[in-house]
């Protein structure tokens, strides 16, 4: 019997028409683009095809994730694996949200999209779609069984992978993970799978469910050369529950400077956990571990400050492992214990 596969259409350029409008599709109109425009698909498995959201990912956050997981949980133990037609935008934020919501995930997720829409020329959305089905369809399942991003004939763990441009086919990167499979002339998977007998998968195993409830109130700021601390504190952490600040690359953050110390130690008095992340500057594929907090003073100094270190994570995934851990419940002290727990591979 042919693998089954279900098809999760949310929008995003893929289905556009060539100007990047987007048409309203319903099962019946994508089943009918799918059909003239990838016929192969049926070599490759039992599609089913189904509509969540008609929508650029610009509009989607965490209510389209909690429809998107309800969706697949329905389906869970009718199909093989599920690939999700998702914008490139917001994929990223998409992705670690899933790899929250539908842990522990042993069925592949592959979400997956285009750069160019299905009915251009030279468009990049019938080989990403065509691979993406045939992984989750073949894939091995001990490696493939997650959520993954597919763009240009690489496999990225998805919550590992950020967006990287907005005009290139290779929209996708993982700077501290390296990809799941890489398809040429055949799909080569990668060796060490994810869901081994390994101490990281068991631990991984023993952290408590998740509530699917992401707590809005979290706001994530760059941290510059002349930040305004002051009006920060002033204007924007009386209304929020939690803080991401994107630091220097090497970890580090203005802390000369007693308006920013205040801003942290404001958080503090308020129970507001301050997690600390940084836009890695590892060439993609390339595993950098050696940014640490711990290098330099000025790193240092945030730890002291009582800041949480996203280590690996990307920005996307810091931002919403804080949405979704705040949304277990208050509390500074319960947050950083959850904090440290890795939960969908993420820490
Ligand atoms: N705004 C679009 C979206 O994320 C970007 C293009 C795309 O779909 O890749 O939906």
Redesign the pocket.
């Known amino acids: 019997m042919a693998p089954r596969v279900l098809i999760l259409y949310t929008?995003?350029?893929?289905g556009m028409e060539p100007g990047l409008s987007l048409p309203e599709l319903s099962v019946a109109s994508l089943r009918a683009r799918l059909q003239a425009r990838v016929p192969e698909l049926a070599q490759l498995a039992d599609c089913t095809i189904d509509i969540v959201l008609n929508c650029?990912?610009?509009h989607v956050g965490p209510d389209e994730w909690l429809l998107l997981a309800r969706r697949i949980r329905q389906n869970w133990k009718q199909y093989d694996g599920v690939v999700i037609l998702h914008?490139?935008?917001?994929l990223a934020y998409s992705a670690s949200a899933l790899g929250f919501l539908l842990r522990p995930c042993l069925k592949p997720v592959v979400m997956t999209?285009?750069?160019r829409p299905l009915s251009a020329l030279r468009t990049d959305a019938r080989r990403n779609l065509i691979s993406a089905v045939d992984i989750a369809a073949n894939g091995p399942r001990a490696l493939v069984g997650q959520v993954s991003i597919f763009f240009n004939d690489v496999l990225l763990q998805g919550n590992r992978a950020r967006k990287r441009s907005a005009s290139e086919f290779a929209a996708f990167e993982s700077p501290q993970a390296a990809p799941l499979a890489v398809v040429g002339t055949s799909i080569r998977y990668a060796q060490k799978p994810y869901v081994a007998n390994s101490r990281a998968a068991a631990a991984r195993a023993r952290a408590p469910a998740l509530k699917p409830v992401f707590n809005r109130k979290v706001g994530m700021l760059q941290v510059t050369p002349g930040f305004p601390a002051e009006e920060v504190a002033r204007g924007l952490l009386p209304g929020l529950d939690g803080l991401v600040l994107i630091v220097f690359a090497s970890v580090t953050a203005p802390t000369h400077d007693p308006r920013f110390l205040a801003l942290l130690r404001d958080a503090r008095r308020r129970e507001l956990p301050v997690v600390i992340v940084t836009e890695s500057a590892a060439h993609a594929g390339a595993t950098d571990s050696s940014a640490n907090p711990e290098s330099y003073p000025a790193g240092r100094q945030l730890i002291e400050e009582g800041c949480l270190w996203a280590g690996p994570m990307t920005k996307e995934c810091a931002y919403v492992k804080t949405q979704i851990l705040l949304g277990q419940g208050p509390g500074r002290a319960a947050f950083a214990r959850r904090w440290k727990r890795d939960y969908a591979g993420e820490a």
């Not at 929008?11 to 893929?14: K, R, S």
């Open positions: 929008g995003g350029t893929f650029d990912s610009a914008g490139t935008d917001t999209g285009a750069q």
